[in-house]
């Protein structure tokens, strides 16, 4: 490889919005990330709504079943 062209490998922190973080190498020293695999639907089974001014509920009235 040539000498000076490749950036610096250090010990890198990843943060989750969740609260959760992850050592691991990189170029950068903090990576901030909004989902992970402690946060995921798909890896914890449970499902989140991401509700934005009533749009969920509005949704499970008109269509649930009377």
């Known amino acids: ?3 000076g062209i490749h950036p610096e490998y250090v010990d890198a922190v990843i943060q989750c919005a969740c609260g ?3 050592k691991t190498k990189s170029t950068k ?3 901030k990330v909004e989902i992970c695999s402690k946060c ?3 890896f914890t ?3 989140k ?3 934005t001014a ?3 509920d509005k949704y499970l ?3 649930s079943k009377k």
Request: aromatic content about 12%; hydrophobic content about 40%.
């Open 54 to 56: 009533g749009r969920v």
């Open 40 to 42: 995921h639907p798909f």
């Open 49 to 51: 709504f991401v509700d």
């Open 29 to 31: 020293k903090i990576i």
């Open 61 to 63: 009235k008109k269509f």
């Open 1 to 3: 490889m040539k000498k």
């Open 20 to 22: 959760n973080q992850i």
């Open 45 to 47: 089974g449970k499902q």
